[in-house]
């Protein structure tokens, strides 16, 4: 961990900072001293310690010092622009061609249309990529590579019991644990007092005029006249 001088050999302008890990290549982090190693380059620098730390804490504290002994902020001859260990006083400088990034992108833009992603954007149409791959038959190699980007992607089914999978069916599947009351409508039914045999439950129902609730209860009931008859056998 170091604390260096970076000097531009041209101007004689400096440059004060910490680098952790003591690269011999970088020269500093400043927006100025940036913009004229990209005008001048690397090879116009010269990078020289000033003093070796072994803290992070002791880092910092030197990087202050020898701001503050040279006056970085205050003299015209460094690129520092203020004397605190960590960058400028009023947060990250922006360099110009970061301000700028948005007139560089619609220039390189400028006269060249996109017509699928207008509409898109507008909401009137939608690029349908999959229409071209629509009723062609996916290779081994391509099911195989679905499967991955589809790995570790928590489904939407997470939580809920998958029936099909366990081959199990679902609640109230055939009507088996749903509603007591939907019985097979097909199934006879006999009067066991006087033996008359109907064809139907609806048929026994409208003919005596007993409400449907009330009839299916009359047939669930253990005691009840009503049985559900199956040529001879009472269900």
Known sequence: MIIYLTTNLINGKQYIGKDRNNNPHYLGGGVLLKEDIQTFGKSKFKKKILEV????EELKEKEVYWLEYFNA??????????NKSGGSDNGPTKSKVYLNRGKSISKSRK???????????????KPK??????????SK?????????????PSKRKGKPDYKQRGKQKPGAGRKGG???L???SKSVINIETGEIFSTVKECREKLG?????????LKEKNSKFKYYNGGINI
């Open 53 to 56: 730390c072994s803290s992070i």
């Open 73 to 82: 902020k205050q003299n015209p001859n460094f690129y520092n622009k203020t």
């Open 111 to 125: 006269g060249k249309h996109y017509p699928l992603a207008s509409e898109a954007q507008k909401g009137i149409k």
């Open 129 to 138: 990529v999959s229409e071209a791959l629509k009723g062609k038959p996916k």
């Open 141 to 153: 190699e391509h099911k195989k590579n679905l499967s991955k980007s589809k790995k570790g992607t």
């Open 179 to 181: 509603n007591p009351f």
């Open 183 to 185: 019985k097979p409508l």
């Open 210 to 218: 007993i409400h449907k609730r009330k009839m299916y209860f009359m």
